[in-house]
């Protein structure tokens, strides 16, 4: 009965670590791509920005 409940209880830890490990790769690509969706705005606002003042 002892043998039986550590591997349950080693199922349980390696789910866990499968779902923490996910939510980590998840968050990784999240910040990942806020980052850049920020950077590209900034671009595009110094490029209008630029472009309003070479018009005028």
């Given at each position: 009965m002892l043998k039986?409940?550590?591997n349950?209880?080693?199922k349980i830890a390696i789910?866990?670590?499968a779902i923490a490990t996910i939510t980590a790769i998840a968050t990784t690509i999240t910040a990942?791509?806020?980052i850049r969706e920020k950077k590209?705005?900034?671009q595009d606002k110094e490029l209008d920005e630029y472009?309003?003042?070479s018009i005028q």
């Open positions: 039986r409940n550590d349950c209880h080693s789910i866990i670590a990942f791509l806020v590209r705005k900034k472009l309003d003042c």
